[in-house]
């Protein structure tokens, strides 16, 4: 459970247990009309805001991360694009920002973890924004650290976040916010206190009176149960006014214009519940009971807009309790309301499935149902499916999807430089790992490293010495630039594949890799690798680079010898099969000179002159 805790506010809900007997929850469902939609508000970006690094996680799933001012670390945001996101490559969409409960990790939002959403969002034309992580913070700007976080999530969400979205991300002004427990709390909080930011706002289970008599108390227990947070680092202690300039309650009168959906069940038992034995009464004892608290606020937030004459549309449920399937379910049924709001399609436009990509589809019913038409791309056409997409050259089609479709689109897909899938997805020959092949490259992938795209001389390379099942294991890296040289390299599992125009291409691993990095890559005096590791006769390996090689042993460890007169003298008496073995040091300075050490003696240098001792 991301929202309230199992054990948070018990003896509350101990108390709220027993109205359910007399019917106080039972009300029928209360439904006003939607409200008009405002104009959204522009924002601009502080100072410093800038995005640290990106992973596409499929086609249209990333996971951007912000370096935020406000808070001093990057933040997480995952963002489901647009159904039409690749189809119309210059259009913009508006946004849905999805709202975790008060268990939100720091690894992923709860709406992807426990609901259908990327499923589900997948034919719709919006952007949907999954702000990950933010543990009991209710998405506001707390007055003090505590637990080692520094929240300012209310500024990242309003003020650092979307000028990003708006430029690197084609995301429009218009914007809709939906939330669940915490979420649904903070859903209505922010809309009220940023007027014109949010045009729509849902609340899922929210509580939605935080000052009232024994609110603050119940909030500091459930946070305190939920990480160990302390409110009073949030708001101060309940007498601060920032109690007060936080409850939705209080501030409902600044939701006028804001198209508003509040739902809530009644805590008995409901259809995605285990029953007690106890009529109405399910097994999940704080889920009732925390939903008949969500129900009774709710409730008296409603009456209040009602008051204030400000429309919304308000689903009292028969029953369910304080859990995700009730929360999936309201997702979809507010979608329509929400859609009308930001002026998007309800459901997707009609598309069929035709000659090559069609037989495929055929073939492949993961596929799912087109969201797309075929549209040109490169010199061939693509349509795009809900769990996939598939791209035609001539006759040949052949589908891609997943986290390798993710890299596959990072890597500008079948107009970069990997061009048109060759093959369909298939398993690696020791069962760890996926991988698609495409006319100039492959993407492989596992779990522990992800998935990664080899191409060129490195891909060649890495092919003779086995693929996978050779020394270096699986790519755990995309291809990247040297710096200050030209070349490339490549991290895989077990070392790295470099690649230069002078010296060819050539892996390095294990130790050897060790003593590389710390003499300072192909950038340090050995520059660039000329060999991949080479067996000596008594269980050793070795590399030679530019400037000299690099030794290892079981008994004696990696250590370098440079090009010149220790190397030549070493080289004289036999190199490691000699009488001097292997070196156990990197040279030093002596006085006048330098010395290297070896299993069974040392060599120096003096005046230019070599001597074996």
């Not at 809309?191 to 849902?202: D, I, T």
């Not at 997943?402 to 430089?417: D, E, F, R």
């Not at 690649?499 to 192909?522: F, N, R």
Request: hydrophobic share 40%.
């Amino acid at each position: 459970m991301r929202h309230l805790g199992r054990r948070a506010l018990a003896s509350l809900a101990t108390v709220l247990v027993l109205p359910v007997t007399v019917g106080l929850t039972s009300t029928a469902t209360a439904i006003g009309a939607p409200a008009a939609q405002s104009a959204p508000v522009a924002t601009q970006a502080p100072a410093g805001a800038t995005v640290h690094h990106v992973d596409w996680l499929s086609d249209r799933r990333v996971a951007v991360w912000v370096n935020s001012p406000s808070m001093g670390v990057p933040i997480q945001v995952q963002i489901l694009l647009a159904r039409d996101w690749n189809l119309k490559p210059d259009a913009k969409f508006p946004a849905v920002f999805m709202l975790d409960g008060l268990r939100a990790e720091d690894h992923e939002n709860g709406w992807t973890i426990e609901t259908d959403a990327v499923e589900y969002f997948a034919d719709k034309n919006v952007n949907v924004i999954l702000p990950v992580g933010g543990q009991s913070s209710f998405y506001t700007d707390w007055m003090d650290q505590n637990n080692g976080r520094s929240y300012m999530w209310e500024t990242f969400l309003t003020k650092e976040l979307p000028p990003i979205l708006e430029g690197e991300w084609r995301t429009t002004q218009d914007r809709g916010v939906v939330g669940l427990s915490m979420g649904g709390t903070a859903a209505m909080t922010l809309a009220a206190r940023n007027e014109g930011f949010f045009q729509f706002a849902a609340s899922l289970s929210g509580i939605l009176t935080t000052t009232s008599l024994g609110m603050p108390q119940a909030v500091q227990y459930a946070m305190m149960d939920a990480g160990g947070f302390d409110s009073k680092a949030m708001w101060g202690p309940p007498s601060n006014p920032a109690w007060d300039a936080h409850d939705p309650y209080l501030l409902a009168e600044k939701l006028e214009g804001v198209s508003l959906y509040i739902s809530s069940g009644s805590g008995t038992t409901g259809r995605f519940d285990d029953p007690s034995g106890i009529p109405g009464v399910s097994t999940n004892y704080a889920g009732m009971g925390l939903e008949i608290l969500s129900r009774l606020t709710s409730q008296a937030f409603a009456t209040k807009l009602n008051k204030l004459g400000i429309p919304a549309q308000v689903n009292y449920r028969p029953s369910g309790t304080h859990s995700w399937p009730y929360w999936q379910f309201e997702l979809h049924q507010l979608w329509p309301q929400l859609a009308h709001t930001l002026n998007v399609e309800v459901d997707k436009p009609a598309c069929d499935v035709a000659g090559a990509i069609g037989g495929v589809a055929n073939a492949n019913h993961w596929l799912g149902d087109c969201l797309t038409p075929e549209y040109p791309v490169a010199d061939g056409v693509v349509q795009d499916f809900r769990f996939g997409r598939v791209f035609s050259k001539g006759e040949k089609a052949q589908p891609v999807a997943g986290v390798i479709a993710g890299a596959y689109q990072a890597a500008g897909g079948a107009a970069g430089p990997l061009g048109f899938p060759t093959t369909p997805e298939l398993g690696t020959p020791d069962g760890r790992g996926r991988f698609n092949h495409f006319e100039h490259g492959s993407i492989y992938w596992t779990p522990e490293t992800g998935a990664h795209a080899i191409r060129g001389a490195i891909l060649d390379e890495w092919a003779r010495q086995g693929w996978e099942g050779g020394p270096l294991g699986y790519p755990v890296a995309d291809e990247v630039p040297t710096p200050g040289k030209p070349g490339a390299v490549q991290g895989f599992e077990i070392g790295a594949m470099y690649s230069s125009p002078d010296t060819g291409t050539h892996a390095v691993q294990g130790m050897i890799m060790g003593k590389y990095g710390e003499l300072g890559y192909e950038g340090g005096w050995l520059g660039f690798p000329k060999s991949s590791e080479i067996p000596t006769r008594d269980f050793g390996r070795f590399n030679e680079f530019e400037g000299g090689n690099i030794y290892w042993s079981p008994l004696s460890g990696a250590w370098a010898i440079e090009n010149g007169p220790i190397f030549d003298a070493w080289k004289s008496v036999g190199y490691e099969a000699g009488r001097l073995g292997y070196p156990i040091s990197d040279k030093f300075a002596i006085p006048g000179g330098v010395q290297q050490n070896f299993q069974f003696g040392f060599i120096t240098v003096i005046d230019s002159k070599a001597q074996v001792h």
